[in-house]
């Protein structure tokens, strides 16, 4: 029963998951696992000191364990579902060296929790680097999806001269986009080490490091359902050696209520049928403190506050007005965003053009794994809008599509010496043609028609950027200056007061025609002999003779 | 030799003339072979029945679709932008031309474009898909992935020696090119011959190491559409070939063998930036008229001209 709860909700999770792109209906949540967790959520708002709504469905979970109990974790966590399915497939038959000591070992996950608070309360966003639900995210973005992608497209591939035989067209030209990721490697490893120490003991991760567990611990003994064992018991101690949560201390009959996470297991394994979880009402006297050593919170609370510090006061970050990070249109404010944004990593894996990739230190302690633009790997197509709308705290805000066209998130610059119309003369013209906004117009300088870029046509959507034929970096790259970052408001109401106009307008093509009056001449009717090396020529609309 | 007069009576006069005339009714090839024997159709009217017109003026699509065939049709569908912005072509022409194929009795209607712009949204946003949606045989394949492309040489290339182009071309099918009429910032227009670039792999270099207009050319002698249809029911006259621009609404579908004589005709139906022009003055089309691939005067072409 417990195993097809979990099975339920690890599918639940990663449907989810995979409706998170282009095109994701506007009723779906696509984000709802995120939403649900009060730890991101605690962290979100302490961080951003503001109420955000999303947040607030984590009211659900904090609710349905007070009364209920720590149930979360045995039944609905999906990283827990990870760590249960693949410990049975790695670790079943393995003897473990057990923990010594493990009383100690167990705080740490309520350290870790306060020094994320109190690191959140400084404005630092730290609890992503450990919370369950953004680090399981994090690992299917990174890792899952684009591995799966390419098997996908391996079996595809192989199965390709089947389908044509049978004269299946679409099955036959059937290929699955293959985004790829900075950082995959990192995310795997640190994942992976979640799974090894399972090595030790089972849940090792759930025991000593989850500070989500250790948040739903602080409340889950006010839950109704309680561990109780009768008269039968014979101390057998059977239930002791199998609780993967280690809850069950020297006495078997006790229980140590905030590691009780529900599962059932110990009333499954007993012989004597003697253990039951009847409603009651009591709290669990003695077993349900938290034993938090006053030395060990100070210790954490500083450390969280020496964090919250060190990111944003010191050499160790980098002044936020200096990085040239695009961030993704309808971002809030540079500052907000880093408080708000929890690292999960939906905004990317949703990204229909996988241009969103995640941050290492470009804009230092404080903006790991945050979301940027990497326009030379791909635009920001003008018809999605889907990384705000997946965005559990709003970090990227959901915005209409008209909205996101006017949130800017930089402007195109082009680098002369670059440029192969420029710098060498060619009859190149990739940006204007691709250019959705025409923002891109040539222009004649100096006898030749040269690319020039209009600042106020230009939201930094980075096509331009991606198709530059020039090898290696663009001859014409966003930057991020003119970006609109707005925490509330409309975006389009705040780029028509900039004067800004992203909107088809052929204006400037015509414009270059006028002015140049240019004729066509009769000479040309007669055909005459044509150059591949041919000059360009200024006065005329390119391709005409 | 008196009496006897010289040269013609008005008997003769009258007999030959009558002969003459009926020889000439006889054998002017509008009178016996009308639809066969036309360089070109052009149609007013409305995107589905101009097009229904256009192919039955060229002899009806049974003259290049037999049956069991497999057919490619080639319309533009390259950018995600929906119909009205003219840079792709009309969905309502691509199902009208599916459909006669399939009627025709082709066993398989493949509709295919390299996307400029991501699949997904070119496939959903230019509408083709869903126009084609209930004809039966009928596929949409945008691809943009290079397994699907395969290398071929151009014999008589003078800048470009090999090509990669999408497989589908490369057996017997029949490739029909629907393009629409648009400008473009390289070439001027980009109708049929330009269209050809959405069926190779390689674009870029196109525009960064070869002479663009030289290159399409060694692309014409290697693809050679069956049949050419233009779809210029809206017309992007400046801001192409990605627009947004100016759409002009010639409300013509034009149909033709000749790649290079529809695209000179397409040329002289509006102004492009303003100016009018003539095909001779379209670099690439001029270009390929001089290496054979077709006629570019339009005033010696025979035009079926109809409204429907």
Redesign the interface.
């Given at each position: 029963m417990r195993k097809f709860i979990q099975a339920l909700s690890l599918l639940l999770f990663t449907t989810l998951f995979l409706f998170a792109t282009?095109?994701l209906p506007d009723w779906l949540p696509a984000d709802i696992y995120l939403r649900l967790d009060p730890l991101l959520g605690i962290n979100a708002v302490f961080a951003a000191r503001e109420i955000i709504p999303r947040a607030l469905w984590s009211l659900i979970l904090i609710g349905a364990t007070l009364v209920i109990g720590r149930f979360f974790c045995a039944y609905v966590c999906p990283t827990g579902v990870s760590i249960d399915f693949l410990d049975l497939l790695f670790f079943r038959k393995k003897k473990r060296p057990g923990l010594k000591a493990e009383a100690h070992f167990r705080k740490v996950k309520y350290f870790l929790l306060v020094l994320f608070v109190s690191a959140a309360v400084t404005g630092l966003s730290l609890a992503f680097l450990m919370d369950p639900l953004a680090l399981l995210t994090r690992f299917y973005t990174f890792f899952i999806y684009p591995m799966a992608t390419t098997l996908i497209n391996l079996v595809l591939?192989a199965l390709r001269p089947i389908f044509k035989a049978l004269?299946w067209?679409?099955l036959s030209?059937l290929?699955y986009?293959q985004a790829v990721y900075y950082m995959s490697a990192i995310t795997l490893l640190v994942f992976g080490g979640i799974i090894a120490l399972n090595r030790l003991v089972p849940r090792f991760w759930c025991r000593t490091l989850c500070p989500l567990g250790a948040l739903l611990s602080l409340i889950s003994p006010l839950g109704i359902f309680k561990r109780r064992v009768n008269e039968d018991c014979n101390e057998c101690m059977k239930c002791q050696k199998t609780c993967p949560m280690g809850a069950i201390p020297e006495n078997p009959k006790g229980t140590l209520l905030p590691e009780c996470i529900q599962c059932r297991t110990c009333a499954n394994v007993c012989p004597q049928n003697a253990i039951t979880f009847p409603a009651s009402f009591s709290l669990g006297g003695e077993y349900s403190k938290i034993d938090l050593s006053r030395r060990g919170f100070i210790y954490s609370l500083a450390g969280g506050l020496g964090a919250g510090f060190l990111a944003i006061q010191t050499p160790f970050t980098l002044r936020q007005g200096k990085h040239q990070l695009i961030r993704p249109p309808g971002a809030i404010p540079e500052t907000e965003f880093l408080r708000t944004c929890i690292r999960c990593g939906e905004c990317m894996k949703s990204c229909?053009?996988n241009i969103l990739q995640p941050c290492l230190w470009e804009s230092g302690l404080s903006g790991l794994w945050t979301p940027k633009m990497e326009p030379r790997l791909a635009p920001c197509?003008q018809?999605?809008n889907v990384c705000g709308k997946v965005c559990p705290t709003q970090a990227i805000r959901s915005v209409s599509l008209e909205e996101k066209t006017y949130a800017k998130v930089g402007t195109a610059v082009l680098r002369k010496e670059m440029c192969?119309v420029w710098a060498e003369n060619?009859?190149?013209?990739?940006c204007?043609?691709?250019?959705?906004?025409?923002a891109i117009v040539?222009r004649p300088v100096e006898g030749f028609r040269r690319p020039v870029v209009i600042a106020s046509k230009c939201n930094g959507c980075g096509f331009c950027e991606q198709?530059c034929?020039?090898r290696g970096e663009s001859a014409i790259v966003v930057v991020p200056n003119g970006e609109i970052r707005l925490k509330e408001g409309s975006y389009v109401k705040e780029a028509k007061k900039l004067q800004l106009e992203f909107?088809?307008?052929?204006g400037d093509?015509?414009f270059l025609?006028?002015d140049s009056g240019f004729k066509?001449g009769e000479k040309?009717?007669g055909?005459g002999s044509?150059h591949?090396?041919?000059k360009p020529q200024p006065n005329k609309?390119?391709?005409?003779? | 030799m008196k009496g006897r007069k010289q040269g013609m009576t008005r008997r003769k006069f009258l007999q030959g003339a009558a002969s003459g005339i009926a020889l000439g009714l006889v054998s002017h090839p509008q009178f016996v072979f009308a639809k066969e024997e036309v360089d070109l159709a052009v149609i007013s009217g409305e995107p589905a029945a101009a097009t229904k017109k256009a192919l039955e003026a060229m002899g009806g699509i049974s003259r290049f679709v037999k049956k069991g065939q497999r057919v490619v049709l080639k319309p533009n569908m390259s950018f995600?932008r929906t119909p009205e912005?003219a840079t792709t072509t009309h969905p309502q022409v691509v199902a009208t031309v599916a459909q006669a194929c399939i009627e025709a009795g082709a066993q398989?209607v493949?509709v295919l474009d390299h996307t400029?712009?991501?699949a997904?949204?070119c496939l959903?946003?230019a509408g083709i898909r869903e126009a084609c949606k209930n004809i039966p045989g009928v596929?949409i394949?945008a691809?943009?992935?290079r397994?699907?492309f395969r290398e071929i040489k151009i014999p008589q290339g003078?800048?470009l020696e090999r090509v990669e182009v999408i497989k589908e071309i490369l057996d017997d099918s029949v490739l029909i090119n629907i393009p629409v009429a648009k400008?473009?910032?390289?070439?001027?227009?980009s109708m049929g011959i330009k269209g050809l670039m959405g069926l190779i792999w390689d674009r870029?270099v196109f525009?960064?190491q070869l002479?663009?207009?030289?290159a399409l050319a060694d692309l014409a002698t290697v693809i050679k559409p069956q049949l050419t249809i233009l779809d210029a029911t809206r017309a992007l006259t400046?801001?192409g070939?990605?627009?947004?621009?100016?759409v002009k609404k010639p409300n013509l579908v034009m149909a033709g063998i000749d790649p290079v004589a529809v695209d000179s005709y397409g040329v002289s139906i509006v102004p492009?930036?303003?100016?009018t022009?003539?095909g001779?003055?379209?670099?690439?089309l001029?270009?390929a008229h001089?290496r054979g691939l077709g006629k570019i005067d339009i005033d010696q072409l025979k035009v079926f001209k109809e409204k429907v």
């Open positions: 282009y095109k591939d004269g067209v679409t030209h290929h986009f229909l053009t197509d018809n999605c192969l060619k009859l190149c013209l990739i204007d043609e691709i250019c959705p906004y025409n040539f198709r034929p020039v909107k088809p307008d052929p093509d015509k025609l006028d066509i040309t009717k055909g044509l591949p090396e041919e609309p390119k391709g005409f003779l | 995600s912005f398989q493949l400029l712009h991501r997904e949204l959903e946003r596929h394949l691809l943009q992935e397994k699907f003078k800048v400008s473009h910032s390289a070439t001027g227009v870029e525009h960064s002479n663009i207009n030289q400046s801001g070939p990605g627009g947004p621009g100016e492009w930036y303003g100016q022009f003539k001779r003055q379209v670099e690439h001029l270009i001089q």
